[in-house]
């Protein structure tokens, strides 16, 4: 029962760095989000799919870029890191239809950036 | 505009006292969709409750129940005879019906002491 994976789980990146946080989840799930939260706050949505080949802003988009060229995968890719992306990220996952369907997280991907 | 409030920042209780967790969504949906999710100090969001808009009806799963009342636009969360082991986030969700988004209050930080 993998569900929705992400990784790296912690990772510190020095300022100016990129990275990709990698998700994936396994139930055919044509929605994946990624959400921030940062420290004693709640979730803030970044980039959105409904699908492979579409992707969508949320409320924090910018120093961020998505992809999703297959239903599995979604990663988060963040250029030129800077301190205010500390953060922790989620990955998450639904599947649209009229019983509203919950929405699945992964655990969790802590990053700093120094 | 879609939005969820939890005014709530933090509330610190006694074992075995009740507690109530409020939750107040701003939504011009007809169709729409609340949830509660637990975030533990381990980090994972765990699912409690979907409620969809057309069902008022109170829940009530063990120690936990569900008061949920259009007319207010309130889905308030209470658990019976707090325990330790409920120590956590608790974040409400709205997601809406067209876009299948989530959106989440700020959370409210339960303390239960021994």
């Known amino acids: 029962n993998a569900g929705v994976t992400q990784t790296p789980k912690f990772r510190i990146l020095k300022i100016g760095q990129s990275m990709t946080l990698q998700c994936t989840q396994d139930?055919?799930?044509?929605?994946m989000y990624w959400y921030r939260q940062d420290p004693g706050m709640g979730l803030k949505l970044i980039y959105y799919?409904?699908?492979?080949?579409?992707?969508d802003k949320g409320e924090v988009p910018n120093g961020y870029n998505v992809s999703r060229s297959t239903t599995e995968d979604f990663p988060l890719r963040l250029e030129l890191a800077a301190p205010s992306q500390t953060s922790v990220y989620f990955c998450?996952?639904?599947?649209?239809?009229?019983?509203?369907?919950?929405?699945?997280f992964g655990e969790g991907s802590w990053l700093t950036v120094v | 505009a879609q939005k969820v409030t939890q005014a709530q920042t933090e509330i610190s209780v006694v074992e075995k006292e009740d507690v109530t967790l409020d939750c107040v969504y701003e939504?011009?949906?007809?169709?729409?969709?609340l949830f509660w999710y637990k975030q533990p100090p381990s980090g994972e969001l765990v699912f409690l409750i979907r409620?969809?808009?057309?069902?008022?009806q109170n829940e009530i799963s063990g120690r936990y129940s569900w008061n949920f009342q259009k007319s207010t636009s309130s889905f308030n969360f209470t658990i019976t005879a707090s325990q330790v082991v409920d120590s956590a986030v608790y974040f409400c969700?709205?997601?809406?019906?067209?876009?299948?988004?989530?959106?989440f209050g700020s959370g409210t930080k339960l303390n239960v002491k021994p």
């Open positions: 939504t011009r949906d007809t169709t729409y969709y």
């Open positions: 139930m055919n799930h044509n929605y």
């Open positions: 409620r969809n808009s057309f069902d008022e």
């Open positions: 998450a996952s639904s599947l649209q239809g009229d019983s509203g369907n919950t929405i699945y």
């Open positions: 799919s409904v699908g492979a080949g579409i992707t």
């Open positions: 969700a709205l997601r809406d019906y067209n876009f299948n988004k989530f959106y």
